[in-house]
């Protein structure tokens, strides 16, 4: 192969078929996507699929209510039924400490349009009839957050971008970034040379190796997360919210008959490790008897790990280089990139073509560190 591209994205999760697609329907043209497995086969197929708006952070509420916005008209849009369950995010809050973050963010959400509230551990345990109310101080909760099927919207993405001219190209690995000076002309695959001016980064967990062949310091480090899933209730519980013990991050929502569910483990080390271990089960466990003591009596069926994709201040990369025209990156969500995948499909977009964003993301740019100016996002799963 010797081809020609306007643009090529690299890493074929939900954040490259979105900015494919986004990018072929202003009619960029000659976009290639290249993913060096299956599409969704990352980070994106190993999410628990959660979808929100309430966060800490200014830009990641608008960036997670204009992506709610769009999982919202995905199958009218796209014909790809998602999945989509708008049960609610439930933040379940122990401290006084997180109380009172979480009203400031409450309050942050409201002001941006976001239909979150507090409540009380009487109403949680309504919502969420699993957990138990001991030591539990309040509640934070959204009505329109929810979870839907990740691979199924990059799948829906990819197919609308192939519709629209973009190439996709699977089973294809990037092996190095061509440069003359500080320009991108070209990208070397293992199916060939593609000339191009601009390269785009939504690899993921692999993003730092990316930006590196072409000079630039992408600080994201991967870390493997674990997932559970149970065997059928008891009793269906087809409205029950996506429900977050923020003190230990257990977290679990319907998944078919059963549940899903899992939570950060404290000794686990920076890696691309994915497979499966029983070394988080007994803080796992710890978890449940102290919040959801009914979850202890159903039986693991299954389960698998992933890797989030970690920055230093657990909030993402969006921009351009500075070092480096015309490379641009996505990357580093820590956890919630699934979930802004649409927005950040526009963001890019509009970079790439010299527009104004929706939103303004140079708060999020990777030279943030170097200026001694991180952006910590704070309500993480």
Request: hydrophobic share 45%; proline share 6%.
């Amino acid at each position: 192969m010797n081809t020609q591209a306007s643009a090529v994205i690299i890493g074929g999760g939900v954040m490259g078929a979105s900015i494919a697609y986004h990018l072929a329907a202003a009619g960029v043209r000659d976009v290639v996507l290249v993913e060096r497995d299956e599409l969704a086969s990352g980070s994106t197929s190993k999410a628990a699929g959660g979808v929100r708006a309430q966060f800490s952070d200014e830009l990641n509420i608008r960036l997670g209510a204009r992506s709610l916005e769009a999982f919202g008209r995905f199958h009218e849009e796209f014909g790809y039924d998602i999945g989509l369950n708008r049960v609610g995010y439930l933040f379940l809050l122990s401290t006084p400490e997180e109380v009172a973050s979480f009203e400031r963010s409450v309050a942050l959400q409201n002001s941006l349009g976001v239909p979150s509230r507090m409540i009380t551990p009487k109403e949680a345990r309504r919502l969420s009839p699993l957990i138990s109310t001991d030591g539990l101080l309040a509640a934070a909760f959204s009505p329109e957050d929810g979870h839907c099927t990740p691979e199924t919207v990059v799948h829906g993405y990819a197919a609308a971008a192939r519709a629209l001219g973009a190439r996709v190209l699977r089973h294809t690995e990037v092996t190095g970034i061509e440069l003359r000076g500080d320009r991108i002309t070209g990208v070397a695959t293992t199916l060939g040379r593609i000339a191009t001016d601009t390269v785009v980064c939504a690899a993921g967990p692999w993003s730092r190796a990316v930006g590196a062949m072409a000079g630039v310091d992408l600080p994201v480090v991967p870390l493997r997360r674990q997932i559970a899933v149970t065997e059928p209730l008891a009793e269906s519980r087809p409205g029950l919210p996506m429900t977050i013990d923020f003190t230990t991050s257990l977290y679990f929502h319907a998944e078919g008959p059963g549940l899903l569910l899992g939570m950060s483990d404290p000794e686990e080390r920076p890696g691309f490790a994915t497979d499966t271990h029983d070394r988080w089960i007994p803080a796992l466990y710890a978890a449940m008897e102290r919040r959801a003591p009914a979850l202890l009596d159903l039986r693991r069926t299954g389960g698998w790990a992933g890797l989030y994709e970690i920055t230093p201040d657990h909030n993402a990369l969006i921009g351009e280089a500075t070092s480096v025209s015309r490379f641009l990156y996505a990357t580093g969500f820590s956890g919630h990139g699934f979930l802004q995948g649409p927005a950040v499909g526009e963001v890019i977009r509009d970079l790439y073509l010299g527009r104004v964003p929706f939103v303004d993301v140079r708060p999020l740019s990777a030279d943030r560190f170097a200026a001694d100016a991180p952006r910590p996002e704070v309500n993480l799963v």
